[in-house]
Structures are given as C-alpha cells and as structure tokens.
C-alpha cells in the first residue's frame, strides 16, 4: 500500500526529528537509571527504543488517517521497565509520576483488563514528558514538547507477551480454538505465578522484620537460629568488646572477617536459638580472653581477625563439653576446610588450653 501525501509528510517530519528523539530518549534513559539507583531499585531490565521507519510506515498505512500531525504520535520514542515482581510496577510508576509530565488522557493501566489471554499485555503504559525542571535546552525546546511512551511490567508479563507474540499474537495464520486454549490456560497460571511471587517475597520481608524486632529487642530465646537471624543478631555486634579487649593485649589493629561460616558451626554444636548462642557467649567470654593470652603472648601480633572472639568462644566451649582434639579438627575443617594444617593447629591449642586448665 503507498503512503498517502499526509502520511509521506508525517514520515518526512519524522526523518529530520530523528536527532530530537535520539536525545530526548538518552536523556529519558539516563533519568531513569540514575532514579533506580538512587532508590536502591533492582530490576529485571529497562528497555528502549526509537521507532523504526518501516514500523512507523505500516502504522501510518493502517490509521495514518487518526494523526493531525506527528506529534499524536506518542510511541516514537519508548521505553518498557521491566520488574522482578508485579508490585513493583506500582513503586516505579509513583518514580515516574513525579519525574516526569504524564498525559493521563491517553495513558492507560492495561493491568485492569479481565480477559485471561491478555495476561501478557498487562502492562502500565504512560505517555509523558519531560518537565523543563529536569531538562531545559533553549536550542531544542522539542525536547520538552515530544511525548514519549514508558510501559512498566513484570517480569513474567514480559515473558508471556514475547512467547505469545512469536506464536501467534499479530500473526496472518489463525491459531486453532483447541491451541489458543491452552494458551489461555498458560497465562493464567502465569497471572497466579506473578501475584503469589509477590505475596511470597512481601510475607518474608514482613518475617525478617519482626525477626529484626525481635532480636533488637533481646528475647532472644524466641527466636530460632537461621541465616536471618544470625545476621541480625551480628548486627548488634556481640562480639566487638571481646574482639577488641583481645585486640588490646598487644594493641592489635582489627582486620574485618566474616562470621557468617559461623552460622553453621553453631548449629552444629546444638544452637538452636540465638538465646543459646548468646548463652554460649556469655559463658565462655573468660575463657576466649584467657586463651588469647596464651596465643598472643610474646609473639608481638599487631593484627587481629575480627573473628577471633567467636572462634576462641567455640574453641572454649568445644574444649570445655569434652570434645577435645576431635572436636577441634571439625571446627576448623567446617572453617577452612579439610587439610593437614588443622591437625596441627588443634594439637597446637591443645598445648596452649592445658596451660590454663581448659582441658
């Protein structure tokens, strides 16, 4: 089908605009990348593009006859944000609301349609622009003026919209009854999947805040040992006046180290609250103190793991409840480990406990 004159002279104001969108659509890029980072936003992709010239053709042959001019044309320059979760559309969009100008007359919440097979077109579709108060070029003031399309959705929308697309959505075949009802059958599970993905992740972060709660708090005895709970209670820094008093006895600078191998050593010596391992500190602080003494003296150490406090802990309790060269062995090896070197450094701390009757 040819072009008729209003469509060759809308596509002829579109070829020499081809620098305006070009800018306009890396200063949009850069505004949203820099809001994402700025709130701390992870997302599964931001897309963008400006409309190709074969596609804006076939547009303008099929309704070229609904633009005045080319400025109706809102979908030139576009951008798809797409999100992890389905909830997070709604946190981007209030981003977006305050970024940038929307035309609220033709943008639309494709997420409020009911028909299953549109699952993947779910989308939030804003047209904007941009405000003079984000970006101003007195030489190009139709950076202000071009309406520009941003859609928002999740990750399984996305998904769903790219497969249906490449099997049969826009396609000159028909898609048999029988197939397009399995299809619609996908997307509902799909539409399920995405909001109980939400739900899910929004019922963990409500648990780890009452665990932080919890554990700021100090009943520590109601609450279970995990991996969230540990770096809670890390976070209170338990072991830092210990880590520091043993520092202190050859005024050792204090290197940071991970505690988190710990979770599992704890565990494994019968922890099962974090009431039990503030217990098993508690008891054994003196005990880790005065074996520092003994490992520290005379060697003129000028630097200390942060770690130190809990393993002497753990070496004390491990050494204290029987387990004696064994039990040592297994720490160390749960640590570093299995290697030769941790015979040695157990029967090493054997001689150095022995000194101060801790076995």
């Not at 609301?97 to 989308?123: Q, T």
């Not at 700021?216 to 209670?233: C, E, H, K, Q, W």
């Amino acid at each position: 089908m040819k072009l008729d004159l209003h469509s060759e002279m809308i596509l002829e104001v579109y070829r020499t605009s081809l620098p305006i969108y070009e800018k306009l659509l890396s200063i949009v890029l850069e505004r949203m990348r820099q809001c994402l980072n700025d709130n701390h936003l992870h997302i599964a992709g931001l897309e963008s593009r400006i409309k190709a010239e074969d596609s804006l053709t076939n547009k303008l042959e099929l309704k070229g006859y609904k633009y005045k001019t080319i400025s109706d044309i809102t979908d030139i320059v576009g951008l798809r944000v797409v999100t992890f979760f389905s909830d997070e559309v709604d946190v981007i969009s209030a981003l977006v609301e305050k970024m940038f100008e929307i035309d609220w007359d033709n943008s639309v919440d494709k997420r409020k349609m009911l028909e299953i097979d549109r699952f993947g077109y779910m989308s939030l579709h804003y047209i904007c622009r941009v405000p003079e108060t984000m970006y101003h070029d007195p030489d190009m003031p139709q950076l202000n003026q071009i309406r520009f399309e941003l859609q928002m959705r999740s990750m399984l929308q996305h998904m769903w919209a790219n497969m249906y697309h490449d099997m049969g959505y826009k396609s000159d075949v028909e898609i048999p009854k029988e197939y397009q009802r399995n299809m619609n059958r996908l997307a509902g599970m799909l539409e399920l999947a995405d909001e109980q993905f939400s739900r899910i992740r929004k019922e963990i972060n409500n648990y780890r805040r009452n665990v932080q709660s919890l554990v700021a708090s100090g009943d520590f005895d109601d609450v279970p040992l995990n991996g969230d709970t540990f770096r809670s209670y890390l976070e209170l820094q338990p072991f830092k006046r210990l880590t520091e008093k043993i520092a202190g006895i050859n005024q050792a600078e204090i290197y940071e180290d991970s505690l988190d191998p710990y979770y599992q050593v704890l565990l494994r010596m019968g922890m099962r609250t974090i009431g039990d391992v503030e217990r098993l500190r508690k008891k054994y602080t003196d005990g880790a103190y005065q074996l520092a003494l003994i490992q520290l003296a005379g060697t003129g150490l000028d630097i200390v793991a942060s770690s130190v406090a809990l393993q002497n802990i753990c070496i004390v309790a491990i050494l204290k409840q029987g387990f004696g060269e064994g039990g040592l062995i297994r720490l160390f090896a749960a640590l570093y480990g299995e290697n030769d070197y941790n015979i040695q450094r157990a029967q090493r701390l054997i001689e150095q406990a022995k000194k101060i009757n801790l076995v």
